[in-house]
């Protein structure tokens, strides 16, 4: 009975909670970063038999609105009225097949709705939107837990590769309004922020690990990071207008494709059938890539969240909802800000816009 705790366990929060897709929250553009984990080990579990399937369907909204320059708020963005607006909701559909109390597979398909709201894109005259709508970057995992089930009954550790495969539109587009006359529109790329995709193939890294003190009382922690070995992936960023002068000498008028992290770690206590979460999630979209170049527009950053959730368990069925709440966050200097501080000699930094939570609401199903 413990070993199919365990699966449960991994299988049902570690591979699907920590599969399904959560942006950051914000213009610091993290994609596909993994999403919630409890790490309980409750008797009233379903039991995830081997030759089963788990369905997963995660929505996850957030509204951005906050600019930072690294770890300082613009708050008189706001006051004036020029801070950008970005609204983001994710639906996540996962399907995860499950081979024995070691192996499993997960495939994720991402649906996503964005708009964007900004005087500076629109001419400064009028606050006016952008949109984007579509399928996101599909990405497909391998799991493996590192330890045997039947025999590690108090805790473990699981690793997971997988591909980020670019199938969401990194050139969706939508129309600027660069003049006072709202019938002088372009067409042109969205900002990053909003793209459905980012345009490479990825290589997915992942390792998920728990502890149980008790049968109510556990500790969890898991690691994500996303290697993009494409540098740009040929989008401009002047939607739809001719690129400046400096940004085609920092190089920032061609769309990055950046690198992602994601750590995470809490604890979580078992009460009936809820089990109630508390932890600290970390994103960030990191200034250089592990492998490939780092040139290329991308606004790099981190942001420190507390996460808070609860689970509700019934037998075949889990419904779950997790809000991480920013704690710190931090624009960091880009590579275009760096060249720029070079070839000028004054400290160039850009601004992203932040959010301050957001909202994961979704359900598990098992089924053979």
């Known amino acids: ?25 914000g213009c610091v553009a993290i994609r596909s970063t993994g999403g919630l984990c409890t790490m309980d080990e409750h008797p009233d579990s379903a039991n995830a038999d081997a030759g089963s399937w788990l369905f997963n369907s995660n929505n996850r909204y957030f509204r951005s609105y906050k600019h930072f320059v690294g770890t300082q708020e613009q708050k008189q963005r706001i006051a004036l009225g020029t801070n950008v607006i970005n609204h983001s909701y994710t639906q996540d559909l996962t399907l995860t097949r499950i081979f024995n109390n070691r192996w499993s597979f997960a495939v994720n398909v991402p649906v996503i709705d964005n708009s964007r709201s ?11 939107s952008t949109h984007s709508f579509g399928l996101g970057d599909i990405r497909l995992t391998a799991y493996a837990w590192l330890l045997n089930p039947a025999k ?28 006072a006359a709202n019938d002088a529109r372009t067409l042109g790329p969205v900002d990053q922020s909003i793209q459905l995709g980012d345009g490479g193939t990825g290589i997915t890294t992942e390792l998920n690990t728990y502890y149980n003190f008790t049968h109510k009382f ?3 922690g898991s690691f994500y990071y996303l290697i993009s070995p494409r540098e740009q992936n040929g989008v401009s960023t002047a939607r739809g207008g001719v690129p400046s002068t400096k940004a085609v000498a920092n190089g920032s008028d061609i769309m990055s494709v ?97 959010a301050d939570y957001a909202i994961n609401i979704g359900i598990t199903y098992r089924f053979k």
């Open 1 to 25: 009975m413990k070993s199919i705790l365990k699966l449960i366990t991994g299988i049902t929060i570690a591979i699907v909670f920590l599969y399904t897709k959560a942006n950051a929250q």
């Open 118 to 128: 900004s005087l500076y894109e629109h001419g400064n005259k009028e606050r006016l």
């Open 152 to 179: 590690a009954r108090k805790g473990n550790i699981q690793v997971g590769l997988g591909l980020k495969l670019a199938t969401g539109n990194y050139n969706y587009q939508d129309y600027f309004y660069h003049t």
């Open 218 to 220: 556990g500790l969890y």
């Open 258 to 354: 950046p690198d992602q992290v994601m750590i995470r770690g809490g604890a979580s206590y078992g009460i009936s059938k809820f089990d109630f979460s508390a932890g600290v999630r970390y994103e960030c979209l990191p200034v250089h890539d592990l492998v490939g170049g780092s040139n290329g527009f991308r606004r790099p950053g981190y942001i420190i969240s507390a996460e808070p959730g609860v689970t509700y368990r019934l037998k075949s069925l889990s419904v779950y909802a997790f809000v991480p709440v920013a704690l710190k966050r931090d624009r960091t200097q880009s590579v275009p800000d760096k060249l720029t501080t070079q070839q000028t000699g004054t400290y160039t930094q850009g601004d992203a816009a932040f």
